[in-house]
């Protein structure tokens, strides 16, 4: 009996090695096609797919705006907008005629983020033109 345990066992151990090598051959393979799928250079690649009209049924939609050559939407090549993020009329006062700048950036209108700042509180313009969520996490209640 103990001998066709140990002789099971020699024969298990090569048929895992062999499963193992088959794997991380499948692996090296996968990566290397993928790497030379790209433009050239060696990596994947910066393409990015995107549906047509046809496929969605939709026109397609408007490229959103590019910061300045300086990376910022602010004039006079600023890195910030705002000297920290801000919310309601406090933003609204702050960024003045940027504000139209700032909606489009966000892919809305100017009557669109006017409102959504004066009724949203924890909505706030960061710096850098972007909107983001001021949201606190209150703890889960302790069980008594």
């Known amino acids: 009996m103990a001998d066709s345990t140990a002789k099971q066992h020699r024969t298990s151990v090569p048929a895992v090695a062999a499963a193992v090598v088959v794997v991380a051959l499948a692996v090296v393979a996968a990566v290397w096609l993928t790497s030379r799928s790209g433009d050239g250079?060696?990596?994947?690649?910066?393409?990015?797919?995107?549906?047509?009209?046809?496929?969605?049924?939709?026109?397609?939609?408007?490229?959103?705006?590019?910061?300045?050559?300086?990376?910022?939407?602010?004039?006079?090549?600023?890195?910030?907008?705002?000297?920290?993020?801000?919310?309601?009329?406090?933003?609204?006062?702050a960024l003045g005629e940027r504000l139209d700048r700032v909606a489009e950036l966000n892919g809305m209108t100017p009557a669109g983020l006017r409102d959504a700042l004066l009724t949203d509180a924890s909505l706030l313009v960061a710096p850098s033109g972007r909107l983001l969520y001021d949201d606190e996490m209150t703890p889960p209640p302790t069980p008594r």
Do not use: F, N, W
Request: proline share 17%; charged share 15%.
């Open 41 to 93: 250079d060696g990596v994947g690649g910066d393409r990015l797919a995107v549906p047509s009209e046809a496929a969605t049924g939709q026109p397609p939609a408007q490229p959103r705006p590019t910061p300045s050559a300086t990376g910022t939407l602010a004039p006079g090549g600023r890195s910030e907008l705002l000297p920290g993020p801000m919310g309601g009329q406090e933003a609204i006062d």
